[in-house]
Protein backbone atom coordinates (compact mmCIF):
# COMPACT_ATOMS: atom_id res chain seq x y z
CA UNK A 1 0.00 0.00 0.00
CA UNK A 2 1.34 3.27 -1.11
CA UNK A 3 2.11 5.74 1.59
CA UNK A 4 1.69 9.87 0.59
CA UNK A 5 4.58 12.07 2.18
CA UNK A 6 4.42 15.09 2.34
CA UNK A 7 8.20 16.53 1.55
CA UNK A 8 8.92 20.26 2.06
CA UNK A 9 12.34 21.91 1.19
CA UNK A 10 14.08 24.12 3.19
CA UNK A 11 12.07 27.32 1.26
CA UNK A 12 8.88 25.88 2.17
CA UNK A 13 9.73 25.27 5.91
CA UNK A 14 10.87 28.82 6.30
CA UNK A 15 8.19 30.42 4.53
CA UNK A 16 5.65 28.14 6.94
CA UNK A 17 6.84 28.83 10.45
CA UNK A 18 4.90 31.56 11.27
CA UNK A 19 1.76 29.50 10.79
CA UNK A 20 3.74 26.63 12.30
CA UNK A 21 4.33 28.86 15.10
CA UNK A 22 1.08 29.90 15.39
CA UNK A 23 -0.35 26.37 15.25
CA UNK A 24 2.08 25.40 18.45
CA UNK A 25 0.84 28.33 20.33
CA UNK A 26 -3.02 26.96 19.67
CA UNK A 27 -1.82 24.09 21.40
CA UNK A 28 -0.38 26.38 24.34
CA UNK A 29 -3.40 28.15 25.14
CA UNK A 30 -5.55 25.51 24.92
CA UNK A 31 -3.92 23.88 28.34
CA UNK A 32 -3.79 27.40 29.09
CA UNK A 33 -7.47 27.83 29.04
CA UNK A 34 -7.99 24.38 30.26
CA UNK A 35 -6.15 25.54 33.09
CA UNK A 36 -7.86 28.64 33.41
CA UNK A 37 -5.32 30.92 33.85
CA UNK A 38 -5.79 34.60 34.84
CA UNK A 39 -7.09 36.75 31.97
CA UNK A 40 -4.12 39.09 32.43
CA UNK A 41 -1.78 36.25 31.38
CA UNK A 42 -4.23 34.92 28.62
CA UNK A 43 -4.07 38.38 27.29
CA UNK A 44 0.03 38.06 27.25
CA UNK A 45 0.19 34.87 25.77
CA UNK A 46 -2.72 36.04 22.96
CA UNK A 47 0.00 39.16 22.34
CA UNK A 48 3.44 37.29 22.74
CA UNK A 49 1.94 34.95 19.86
CA UNK A 50 0.96 37.65 17.51
CA UNK A 51 3.53 39.94 17.68
CA UNK A 52 6.05 36.74 17.57
CA UNK A 53 3.68 35.95 13.90
CA UNK A 54 4.12 39.23 12.75
CA UNK A 55 7.67 39.70 13.64
CA UNK A 56 8.53 35.88 11.51
CA UNK A 57 6.36 37.43 8.18
CA UNK A 58 8.61 40.53 8.78
CA UNK A 59 11.53 38.29 8.63
CA UNK A 60 10.24 36.68 5.38
CA UNK A 61 9.86 38.81 3.56
CA UNK A 62 12.93 39.32 1.53
CA UNK A 63 13.04 35.74 1.06
CA UNK A 64 11.28 34.25 -2.61
CA UNK A 65 7.58 33.76 -3.42
CA UNK A 66 6.87 29.45 -2.16
CA UNK A 67 4.24 27.40 -3.70
CA UNK A 68 3.08 24.41 -1.19
CA UNK A 69 1.22 21.87 -1.77
CA UNK A 70 0.86 22.50 -6.12
CA UNK A 71 -1.92 25.55 -6.17
CA UNK A 72 -3.10 24.99 -2.03
CA UNK A 73 -0.39 27.68 -1.10
CA UNK A 74 1.04 30.49 -2.77
CA UNK A 75 3.33 32.33 0.21
CA UNK A 76 4.16 35.77 -1.64
CA UNK A 77 4.62 39.09 -1.09
CA UNK A 78 0.69 39.42 -0.74
CA UNK A 79 0.41 36.51 1.90
CA UNK A 80 3.32 38.10 4.03
CA UNK A 81 2.04 41.59 4.27
CA UNK A 82 -1.42 40.72 4.59
CA UNK A 83 -0.27 38.26 7.36
CA UNK A 84 0.98 41.20 8.95
CA UNK A 85 -1.83 43.06 8.83
CA UNK A 86 -4.33 40.62 10.81
CA UNK A 87 -1.24 39.81 13.31
CA UNK A 88 -1.20 43.51 13.88
CA UNK A 89 -4.78 43.49 13.99
CA UNK A 90 -5.29 40.59 16.52
CA UNK A 91 -2.51 41.85 18.68
CA UNK A 92 -4.22 44.83 19.13
CA UNK A 93 -7.80 43.17 20.00
CA UNK A 94 -5.32 40.98 22.38
CA UNK A 95 -4.79 44.59 24.65
CA UNK A 96 -8.06 44.80 25.76
CA UNK A 97 -9.82 41.65 25.24
CA UNK A 98 -11.95 40.41 29.02
CA UNK A 99 -13.16 37.67 29.16
CA UNK A 100 -12.36 36.14 32.23
CA UNK A 101 -15.02 33.37 31.93
CA UNK A 102 -14.38 32.36 28.54
CA UNK A 103 -10.50 31.61 28.15
CA UNK A 104 -11.22 29.34 25.12
CA UNK A 105 -11.03 33.05 23.25
CA UNK A 106 -7.23 33.07 22.39
CA UNK A 107 -6.94 29.23 20.74
CA UNK A 108 -10.13 30.27 18.85
CA UNK A 109 -8.78 33.49 17.82
CA UNK A 110 -5.10 32.23 17.14
CA UNK A 111 -6.98 29.33 14.90
CA UNK A 112 -9.10 32.58 12.98
CA UNK A 113 -5.73 34.29 12.16
CA UNK A 114 -4.39 31.03 10.89
CA UNK A 115 -7.17 31.11 7.83
CA UNK A 116 -7.09 34.47 7.21
CA UNK A 117 -3.32 34.04 6.82
CA UNK A 118 -3.74 31.11 4.56
CA UNK A 119 -6.74 32.45 2.44
CA UNK A 120 -4.48 35.41 0.86
CA UNK A 121 -2.49 32.18 0.01
CA UNK A 122 -4.98 30.52 -2.04
CA UNK A 123 -4.67 29.87 -5.42
CA UNK A 124 -7.72 27.36 -6.27
CA UNK A 125 -11.02 27.56 -5.11
CA UNK A 126 -10.96 24.48 -2.94
CA UNK A 127 -8.41 25.86 -0.79
CA UNK A 128 -10.03 28.87 -1.17
CA UNK A 129 -13.05 27.42 0.87
CA UNK A 130 -11.49 25.54 3.16
CA UNK A 131 -9.56 28.14 4.57
CA UNK A 132 -12.95 30.29 4.29
CA UNK A 133 -14.30 27.95 6.74
CA UNK A 134 -10.95 27.53 9.15
CA UNK A 135 -11.48 31.02 10.10
CA UNK A 136 -15.61 31.01 10.18
CA UNK A 137 -16.26 28.17 12.20
CA UNK A 138 -14.35 29.82 14.95
CA UNK A 139 -15.62 33.54 14.18
CA UNK A 140 -18.79 31.96 15.16
CA UNK A 141 -18.21 31.09 18.14
CA UNK A 142 -16.00 34.50 19.11
CA UNK A 143 -19.39 36.00 18.04
CA UNK A 144 -21.46 34.48 20.85
CA UNK A 145 -18.78 34.15 23.71
CA UNK A 146 -21.69 36.06 25.38
CA UNK A 147 -24.29 33.64 24.70
CA UNK A 148 -26.60 34.41 28.08
CA UNK A 149 -25.88 38.08 27.48
CA UNK A 150 -26.33 41.24 25.43
CA UNK A 151 -28.24 39.17 22.86
CA UNK A 152 -25.33 37.27 22.78
CA UNK A 153 -27.72 33.86 21.52
CA UNK A 154 -29.66 36.30 18.92
CA UNK A 155 -26.41 37.50 17.60
CA UNK A 156 -25.00 34.34 17.28
CA UNK A 157 -27.33 32.42 15.79
CA UNK A 158 -27.98 35.24 13.04
CA UNK A 159 -24.49 35.05 12.58
CA UNK A 160 -24.11 31.66 12.35
CA UNK A 161 -27.00 30.91 9.95
CA UNK A 162 -25.84 33.67 7.17
CA UNK A 163 -22.33 32.30 7.55
CA UNK A 164 -23.69 29.05 6.58
CA UNK A 165 -25.98 30.22 3.93
CA UNK A 166 -23.26 32.12 1.91
CA UNK A 167 -20.79 29.10 2.27
CA UNK A 168 -23.79 27.32 0.33
CA UNK A 169 -23.74 29.42 -2.09
CA UNK A 170 -19.88 29.65 -2.65
CA UNK A 171 -19.66 26.24 -3.01
CA UNK A 172 -22.33 26.18 -5.41
CA UNK A 173 -20.81 28.86 -7.24
CA UNK A 174 -17.35 27.61 -7.21
CA UNK A 175 -19.21 24.16 -8.35
CA UNK A 176 -20.71 25.93 -11.88
CA UNK A 177 -17.24 27.90 -12.30
CA UNK A 178 -16.37 23.88 -12.71
CA UNK A 179 -18.64 23.03 -14.82
CA UNK A 180 -17.66 26.32 -17.11
CA UNK A 181 -13.85 25.92 -17.17
CA UNK A 182 -13.12 21.87 -15.99
CA UNK A 183 -11.03 23.21 -12.84
CA UNK A 184 -10.29 25.08 -9.89
CA UNK A 185 -7.39 26.53 -10.23
CA UNK A 186 -7.11 30.13 -10.65
CA UNK A 187 -4.67 30.25 -13.57
CA UNK A 188 -6.50 27.74 -15.43
CA UNK A 189 -9.84 29.15 -15.35
CA UNK A 190 -8.21 32.27 -16.91
CA UNK A 191 -6.86 30.96 -19.43
CA UNK A 192 -10.18 29.13 -20.21
CA UNK A 193 -12.18 32.30 -20.38
CA UNK A 194 -9.35 33.33 -22.32
CA UNK A 195 -10.01 30.83 -24.90
CA UNK A 196 -13.83 30.44 -24.91
CA UNK A 197 -15.60 30.97 -27.99
CA UNK A 198 -19.06 32.12 -28.92
CA UNK A 199 -20.61 28.80 -28.37
CA UNK A 200 -18.82 27.94 -24.66
CA UNK A 201 -21.35 28.10 -21.58
CA UNK A 202 -20.83 31.33 -20.63
CA UNK A 203 -23.91 31.31 -18.56
CA UNK A 204 -22.52 28.78 -16.34
CA UNK A 205 -19.36 30.95 -15.47
CA UNK A 206 -21.27 33.95 -15.24
CA UNK A 207 -23.64 32.19 -12.59
CA UNK A 208 -21.11 30.52 -10.61
CA UNK A 209 -19.29 34.05 -10.66
CA UNK A 210 -22.20 36.24 -8.89
CA UNK A 211 -22.73 33.69 -6.61
CA UNK A 212 -19.19 33.99 -5.01
CA UNK A 213 -19.64 37.46 -5.25
CA UNK A 214 -22.78 37.46 -3.26
CA UNK A 215 -21.40 35.00 -0.78
CA UNK A 216 -17.99 37.13 0.21
CA UNK A 217 -20.78 40.01 0.16
CA UNK A 218 -22.32 38.30 3.37
CA UNK A 219 -18.83 37.64 4.66
CA UNK A 220 -17.62 41.43 4.43
CA UNK A 221 -21.20 42.63 5.21
CA UNK A 222 -21.48 44.36 2.13
CA UNK A 223 -25.08 45.78 1.38
CA UNK A 224 -28.48 43.98 0.60
CA UNK A 225 -26.20 41.07 2.85
CA UNK A 226 -25.25 43.37 5.94
CA UNK A 227 -27.87 42.01 7.68
CA UNK A 228 -25.80 39.98 10.47
CA UNK A 229 -23.38 43.04 11.16
CA UNK A 230 -25.58 45.65 13.44
CA UNK A 231 -26.63 42.63 15.88
CA UNK A 232 -23.03 40.85 16.15
CA UNK A 233 -21.26 43.83 16.35
CA UNK A 234 -22.68 45.10 19.24
CA UNK A 235 -23.43 41.96 20.99
CA UNK A 236 -19.90 40.47 20.71
CA UNK A 237 -17.41 40.94 23.62
CA UNK A 238 -15.60 44.43 22.29
CA UNK A 239 -12.16 42.78 21.39
CA UNK A 240 -13.80 39.98 18.98
CA UNK A 241 -16.16 42.27 17.49
CA UNK A 242 -13.03 44.88 16.52
CA UNK A 243 -11.07 41.73 15.13
CA UNK A 244 -14.37 40.99 13.22
CA UNK A 245 -14.79 44.57 11.79
CA UNK A 246 -11.12 45.11 10.48
CA UNK A 247 -9.09 41.98 10.09
CA UNK A 248 -11.77 39.57 8.80
CA UNK A 249 -12.85 42.49 6.33
CA UNK A 250 -9.13 42.81 5.18
CA UNK A 251 -8.60 39.68 4.65
CA UNK A 252 -11.55 38.01 2.70
CA UNK A 253 -11.15 41.08 0.47
CA UNK A 254 -7.60 41.16 -0.06
CA UNK A 255 -8.05 37.40 -1.09
CA UNK A 256 -11.04 37.84 -3.24
CA UNK A 257 -9.20 40.45 -5.12
CA UNK A 258 -6.28 38.38 -5.36
CA UNK A 259 -8.78 35.14 -6.51
CA UNK A 260 -10.76 37.12 -8.81
CA UNK A 261 -7.72 38.84 -10.59
CA UNK A 262 -6.18 35.65 -11.43
CA UNK A 263 -9.52 34.16 -12.41
CA UNK A 264 -10.45 36.63 -14.59
CA UNK A 265 -13.46 38.13 -12.67
CA UNK A 266 -11.90 42.02 -12.56
CA UNK A 267 -12.33 41.89 -16.52
CA UNK A 268 -16.06 40.94 -17.10
CA UNK A 269 -17.85 44.16 -17.35
CA UNK A 270 -21.27 42.54 -15.77
CA UNK A 271 -19.48 41.79 -12.77
CA UNK A 272 -17.22 45.13 -12.49
CA UNK A 273 -20.62 46.53 -12.70
CA UNK A 274 -22.30 44.48 -10.14
CA UNK A 275 -19.72 45.42 -7.69
CA UNK A 276 -19.29 49.00 -8.70
CA UNK A 277 -23.44 48.37 -7.40
CA UNK A 278 -23.10 46.75 -4.79
CA UNK A 279 -20.62 49.25 -3.48
CA UNK A 280 -22.48 52.60 -4.15
CA UNK A 281 -25.62 50.60 -2.23
CA UNK A 282 -23.27 49.74 0.69
CA UNK A 283 -22.15 53.56 1.02
CA UNK A 284 -25.49 54.77 1.07
CA UNK A 285 -27.57 51.99 3.26
CA UNK A 286 -24.44 52.07 5.39
CA UNK A 287 -24.17 55.88 6.03
CA UNK A 288 -27.58 56.48 5.77
CA UNK A 289 -28.33 53.67 8.88
CA UNK A 290 -25.59 55.22 10.51
CA UNK A 291 -26.85 58.52 11.02
CA UNK A 292 -30.14 57.28 12.91
CA UNK A 293 -28.13 54.95 15.23
CA UNK A 294 -27.78 56.31 18.86
CA UNK A 295 -25.77 53.26 20.46
CA UNK A 296 -22.23 53.66 19.55
CA UNK A 297 -21.99 49.99 18.57
CA UNK A 298 -24.36 49.37 15.99
CA UNK A 299 -23.26 52.90 14.53
CA UNK A 300 -20.10 51.56 13.74
CA UNK A 301 -21.41 48.54 12.26
CA UNK A 302 -23.77 50.80 9.48
CA UNK A 303 -20.17 52.57 9.34
CA UNK A 304 -18.37 49.38 8.75
CA UNK A 305 -21.19 48.65 5.73
CA UNK A 306 -20.41 51.54 4.27
CA UNK A 307 -16.51 51.24 4.42
CA UNK A 308 -17.13 47.48 2.46
CA UNK A 309 -18.53 49.80 0.06
CA UNK A 310 -15.80 51.72 -0.09
CA UNK A 311 -13.28 49.06 -0.79
CA UNK A 312 -15.97 47.60 -3.45
CA UNK A 313 -15.68 50.14 -5.87
CA UNK A 314 -11.58 49.26 -6.44
CA UNK A 315 -13.00 45.88 -7.99
CA UNK A 316 -14.52 48.42 -10.70
CA UNK A 317 -10.67 49.20 -12.02
CA UNK A 318 -9.29 45.72 -12.14
CA UNK A 319 -6.06 44.27 -10.74
CA UNK A 320 -4.75 47.60 -10.69
CA UNK A 321 -6.65 48.56 -7.90
CA UNK A 322 -4.92 46.29 -5.44
CA UNK A 323 -2.83 48.70 -3.47
CA UNK A 324 -5.57 51.14 -2.55
CA UNK A 325 -7.65 48.27 -0.82
CA UNK A 326 -4.62 47.35 1.00
CA UNK A 327 -3.64 50.72 2.29
CA UNK A 328 -7.36 51.43 3.15
CA UNK A 329 -8.78 48.98 4.97
CA UNK A 330 -5.42 47.96 6.59
CA UNK A 331 -5.84 51.75 8.46
CA UNK A 332 -9.49 51.25 8.62
CA UNK A 333 -9.07 48.02 10.65
CA UNK A 334 -6.84 49.99 13.18
CA UNK A 335 -9.33 52.87 13.46
CA UNK A 336 -11.69 50.63 14.19
CA UNK A 337 -10.06 48.93 16.64
CA UNK A 338 -9.44 52.14 18.97
CA UNK A 339 -12.84 52.89 18.75
CA UNK A 340 -14.00 49.56 19.93
CA UNK A 341 -11.30 50.02 22.80
CA UNK A 342 -12.66 53.21 23.31
CA UNK A 343 -16.24 52.41 23.66
CA UNK A 344 -15.54 49.63 26.06
CA UNK A 345 -13.64 51.36 28.33
CA UNK A 346 -16.25 54.32 28.55
CA UNK A 347 -18.68 51.48 29.47
CA UNK A 348 -16.43 50.30 31.97
CA UNK A 349 -16.28 53.82 33.49
CA UNK A 350 -19.58 54.46 33.68
CA UNK A 351 -20.19 50.86 35.74
CA UNK A 352 -21.56 49.12 32.26
CA UNK A 353 -20.67 45.30 32.00
CA UNK A 354 -19.65 45.99 28.11
CA UNK A 355 -20.02 48.67 25.44
CA UNK A 356 -23.06 46.73 24.33
CA UNK A 357 -25.52 49.45 25.54
CA UNK A 358 -23.01 52.04 25.12
CA UNK A 359 -23.83 55.48 23.64
CA UNK A 360 -23.22 58.93 23.24
CA UNK A 361 -24.12 60.29 27.06
CA UNK A 362 -22.15 57.28 28.22
CA UNK A 363 -18.68 58.17 25.73
CA UNK A 364 -19.17 61.76 26.59
CA UNK A 365 -18.90 61.37 30.66
CA UNK A 366 -16.08 59.11 30.19
CA UNK A 367 -14.08 60.86 28.02
CA UNK A 368 -14.68 64.86 29.26
CA UNK A 369 -11.41 66.00 31.25
CA UNK A 370 -8.91 64.04 29.30
CA UNK A 371 -7.85 66.05 26.55
CA UNK A 372 -4.92 63.01 25.52
CA UNK A 373 -7.89 60.92 25.12
CA UNK A 374 -10.14 63.61 23.31
CA UNK A 375 -7.38 64.30 21.03
CA UNK A 376 -6.70 60.58 20.02
CA UNK A 377 -10.71 60.21 19.35
CA UNK A 378 -10.50 63.44 17.24
CA UNK A 379 -7.58 61.83 15.67
CA UNK A 380 -9.43 58.23 14.67
CA UNK A 381 -12.81 59.56 13.83
CA UNK A 382 -11.39 62.27 11.19
CA UNK A 383 -9.12 59.62 10.03
CA UNK A 384 -12.25 57.47 9.34
CA UNK A 385 -14.00 60.50 7.42
CA UNK A 386 -10.56 60.38 5.77
CA UNK A 387 -9.58 64.41 6.59
CA UNK A 388 -6.00 64.81 5.45
CA UNK A 389 -3.41 64.23 6.90
CA UNK A 390 -4.17 61.51 8.87
CA UNK A 391 -3.78 58.45 7.84
CA UNK A 392 -7.38 57.72 6.28
CA UNK A 393 -7.05 60.29 3.98
CA UNK A 394 -4.07 58.24 2.15
CA UNK A 395 -6.80 55.10 1.93
CA UNK A 396 -9.34 57.52 0.62
CA UNK A 397 -7.26 59.43 -1.69
CA UNK A 398 -6.04 56.40 -3.24
CA UNK A 399 -9.46 54.25 -4.25
CA UNK A 400 -10.28 57.94 -5.81
CA UNK A 401 -7.14 58.14 -7.48
CA UNK A 402 -7.71 54.20 -9.26
CA UNK A 403 -11.59 55.08 -9.64
CA UNK A 404 -10.64 58.49 -12.09
CA UNK A 405 -8.15 56.92 -14.13
CA UNK A 406 -10.55 54.20 -14.86
CA UNK A 407 -13.23 57.10 -15.18
CA UNK A 408 -15.64 55.52 -13.23
CA UNK A 409 -16.80 59.25 -12.03
CA UNK A 410 -19.82 58.10 -10.41
CA UNK A 411 -18.12 55.66 -8.37
CA UNK A 412 -15.70 58.14 -7.46
CA UNK A 413 -18.52 60.90 -6.71
CA UNK A 414 -20.30 57.90 -4.34
CA UNK A 415 -17.55 57.71 -2.48
CA UNK A 416 -17.09 61.35 -1.38
CA UNK A 417 -20.99 61.72 -0.94
CA UNK A 418 -20.26 58.87 1.75
CA UNK A 419 -17.12 60.37 3.25
CA UNK A 420 -19.59 63.70 3.58
CA UNK A 421 -22.44 61.45 5.54
CA UNK A 422 -19.83 60.15 7.58
CA UNK A 423 -18.15 63.44 8.73
CA UNK A 424 -22.55 63.81 9.86
CA UNK A 425 -22.31 61.17 12.66
CA UNK A 426 -18.40 61.61 13.47
CA UNK A 427 -19.32 65.16 14.33
CA UNK A 428 -22.20 63.86 16.31
CA UNK A 429 -20.01 61.97 18.62
CA UNK A 430 -16.96 64.17 18.47
CA UNK A 431 -18.67 68.08 18.57
CA UNK A 432 -20.63 67.39 22.12
CA UNK A 433 -17.81 66.11 23.70
CA UNK A 434 -15.20 68.72 22.54
CA UNK A 435 -17.07 71.48 23.29
CA UNK A 436 -18.76 70.06 26.13
CA UNK A 437 -22.60 72.24 25.80
CA UNK A 438 -23.99 70.39 28.61
CA UNK A 439 -26.46 68.80 26.63
CA UNK A 440 -25.81 65.37 28.09
CA UNK A 441 -26.54 65.09 31.23
CA UNK A 442 -26.37 62.24 34.14
CA UNK A 443 -23.18 61.78 36.84
CA UNK A 444 -20.46 59.38 36.49
CA UNK A 445 -20.70 55.74 38.08
CA UNK A 446 -18.05 54.25 39.73
CA UNK A 447 -15.49 52.40 38.03
CA UNK A 448 -16.30 48.85 36.84
CA UNK A 449 -13.21 47.06 37.68
CA UNK A 450 -9.66 46.78 36.23
CA UNK A 451 -10.69 46.31 32.89
CA UNK A 452 -11.61 49.67 32.73
CA UNK A 453 -7.47 50.38 32.41
CA UNK A 454 -6.60 47.42 29.71
CA UNK A 455 -9.75 49.30 27.45
CA UNK A 456 -7.79 52.60 27.62
CA UNK A 457 -4.56 51.19 27.03
CA UNK A 458 -5.95 49.20 23.77
CA UNK A 459 -7.12 52.33 22.66
CA UNK A 460 -4.27 54.29 22.99
CA UNK A 461 -1.95 51.39 21.47
CA UNK A 462 -4.24 51.12 18.21
CA UNK A 463 -4.44 54.98 17.96
CA UNK A 464 -0.64 54.98 18.04
CA UNK A 465 -0.27 52.06 15.44
CA UNK A 466 -2.66 53.88 13.43
CA UNK A 467 -0.22 57.11 13.63
CA UNK A 468 2.99 55.17 13.15
CA UNK A 469 1.83 52.23 11.13
CA UNK A 470 -0.59 53.95 9.05
CA UNK A 471 1.67 56.74 6.95
CA UNK A 472 4.42 53.67 6.60
CA UNK A 473 1.97 51.74 5.51
CA UNK A 474 1.09 54.30 3.02
CA UNK A 475 4.88 54.82 1.72
CA UNK A 476 5.23 50.93 1.68
CA UNK A 477 2.56 49.75 -0.49
CA UNK A 478 3.11 52.81 -2.96
CA UNK A 479 7.16 51.75 -2.99
CA UNK A 480 6.24 47.93 -3.99
CA UNK A 481 2.93 49.34 -6.06
CA UNK A 482 3.83 46.73 -9.18
CA UNK A 483 0.85 44.80 -8.58
CA UNK A 484 2.31 41.29 -10.62
CA UNK A 485 4.55 40.86 -7.18
CA UNK A 486 1.82 40.80 -4.99
CA UNK A 487 -0.61 38.67 -7.68
CA UNK A 488 1.94 36.27 -9.38
Keep these: METLELNLNGAQLRALLPIFFL???????????????????????????????????????????????????????????????????AAAACVFVDEEDHPEWLPLLSIAVIGLSLLVGARDWVSFFIYLETFSMPSYVLASLRLKKDGGFESGLKYLMMGAFSSAIFLLGITLVYGFSGSFDFLSILETIRSANPESPVGLLYAGFSLIVVSIGFKVALAPFHMWAPDVYQSAPAAMASFLASAVKFAV????????????????????????????????????????????????????????????????VGPVGLNSVLVYLAIYGLNIVALFALFEWAAR??????????????????????????????????????LPPLPGFFGKFLIIRDLLRADLFIE???????????????????????????????KKAALAGPSSTGSLAGFYFATLLLMVAGFSLAGYFNLVGDTSLFLR
Design 253 to 316: FVAAFAAFSQTGILQIPFLQASMSAFGILSILVGNLMALRQSNLRRMIAYASVASAGNAALVFA
Design 349 to 386: ENGLPSSSQADLGCLSRAIRGKPLAMTALGIVLFSLVG
Design 23 to 89: CAMVLVSLVSSGYRIRGSLQRSLGLFSFVVFVILNFINLPYPDTAILGTSLFVGMLTKVSSIVVGVL
Design 412 to 442: AGALLLGSLLSLAYYLKIFVPIALETGAIDG
